[in-house]
């Protein structure tokens, strides 16, 4: 028997989900939801756990990471208890849980904690500067260096433990026998939806939904391209112009679809854009800075005007440095790799050798 926790309705207020008390569990948010299974009253379900404070049974449950936030249930909610946010809350509440650090709880709880950390950063790059430490040249290869080793050691030290207790919540509590072949063959299922997001096409057949879908797909290309193109294939150094063409159009297709991103939150016209956790702005912030200052970065190369302008590559590094370290492992980045996995883990859940168990 799941243990209940009293505090929980605190809990949730802190990461965002306020209304979540006007719901009399009707169901309407169910039976709009067109994710929602025979078998599985989402999100009708979890948010009966969340009013009486089930912290275990929702730390085992993958189902908060298969909505997408369409808005519908929202907007269908006889109570207005905004059924779509809840979920959003629960799945704040859900990355404190798998975070074995324990900063996302921080930083998703607190405005203030996380403008103390974005400044304490820019305060170290500054007074590193400052201090004339490195010449200009060794800022960039360094910075180079800096991607690189922030990369492996943001995957090794935090995201990879993270994934392993999600893996403890959600698949090994359940006692379902550790079958390698099918952990094996449901990477494929990993990949698809790590790359893909196509389950967010069955939310609805609306050409906003679509045209959302395919924004996030030629974000998440632009992205991981562009990391690979600036990382590995060293962008700010090559002379090659096919890699120097590459770059230039990945980061563009970054900050331009990031733009329409904040253009569409700043307007509101739809659920998905109505109700925003600060973590959400600075998640489509920071992408859009990187995107607008990689390339700018780039360009000012090109035309032999870095040198006297080193406050762009400065100001650069530091949305840099700021997204590695504090964004991707504790923030709102995370979203992008615990829905894989969710996707991933409920593949195996589900498969025939585990069902006969």
């Given at each position: 028997m799941s243990k209940v926790n009293p505090y929980f309705a605190k809990e949730m207020k802190k990461l965002g989900g306020t209304e979540f008390n006007a719901c009399f569990n009707c169901g309407t948010c169910t039976a709009t939801c067109t994710l929602a299974e025979k078998d599985n009253a989402f999100p009708r379900k979890l948010i009966r756990y969340s009013i009486l404070g089930l912290e275990d049974d929702i730390k085992s449950s993958i189902e908060p990471w298969l909505c997408y936030y369409c808005g519908d249930c929202s907007d269908s909610c006889p109570r207005q208890a905004d059924p779509g946010n809840i979920v959003m809350a629960v799945r704040r509440f859900l990355i404190t849980s798998y975070d074995w650090t324990r900063i996302s709880g921080l930083l998703f709880r607190s405005l203030a904690a996380y403008i103390v950390a974005f400044s304490l950063l820019l305060l170290g790059i500054i007074g590193a500067y400052t201090a004339d430490i490195f010449t200009k040249e060794e800022w960039v290869h360094y910075g180079h260096y800096f991607e690189m080793i922030a990369i492996g050691s943001v995957f090794l030290v935090i995201l990879l433990p993270n994934i392993i207790r999600m893996w403890y919540f959600t698949v090994a509590r359940k006692k379902?026998?550790?079958?390698?072949?099918?952990?094996?063959?449901?990477?494929?299922?990993?990949?698809?939806?790590?790359?893909?997001?196509?389950?967010?096409?069955?939310?609805?057949?609306?050409?906003?939904?679509?045209?959302?879908?395919?924004?996030?797909?030629?974000?998440?290309?632009?992205?991981?391209?562009?990391?690979?193109?600036?990382?590995?294939?060293?962008?700010?150094?090559?002379?090659?112009?096919?890699?120097?063409?590459?770059?230039?159009?990945?980061?563009?297709?970054?900050?331009?679809?990031?733009?329409?991103?904040?253009?569409?939150?700043?307007?509101?016209?739809?659920?998905?854009?109505?109700?925003?956790?600060?973590?959400?702005?600075?998640?489509?912030?920071?992408?859009?800075?990187?995107?607008?200052?990689?390339?700018?970065?780039?360009?000012?190369?090109?035309?032999?005007?870095?040198?006297?302008?080193?406050?762009?590559?400065?100001?650069?590094?530091?949305?840099?440095?700021?997204?590695?370290?504090?964004?991707?492992?504790?923030?709102?980045?995370?979203?992008?790799?615990?829905?894989?996995?969710?996707?991933?883990?409920?593949?195996?859940?589900?498969?025939?050798?585990?069902?006969?168990?």
């Open positions: 379902v026998k550790f079958n390698i072949k099918v952990y094996f063959r449901e990477l494929k299922t990993l990949f698809i939806h790590m790359f893909s997001q196509k389950r967010a096409l069955e939310c609805d057949d609306s050409k906003e939904n679509r045209t959302w879908w395919l924004e996030h797909l030629l974000l998440v290309i632009g992205y991981l391209s562009l990391l690979f193109t600036t990382v590995f294939l060293n962008w700010f150094a090559t002379g090659s112009i096919f890699i120097i063409v590459m770059g230039y159009i990945f980061s563009a297709m970054i900050f331009v679809v990031t733009f329409d991103f904040m253009m569409k939150k700043f307007r509101k016209k739809t659920q998905r854009s109505t109700t925003l956790h600060y973590s959400d702005w600075f998640f489509i912030i920071w992408l859009f800075l990187m995107g607008v200052s990689a390339f700018a970065v780039r360009l000012f190369i090109d035309l032999d005007l870095l040198q006297n302008n080193f406050w762009l590559y400065l100001f650069h590094l530091t949305v840099l440095v700021q997204w590695a370290l504090i964004i991707v492992p504790f923030g709102k980045w995370t979203h992008f790799l615990y829905r894989s996995f969710a996707m991933y883990f409920s593949a195996i859940l589900e498969a025939p050798e585990n069902a006969r168990k």
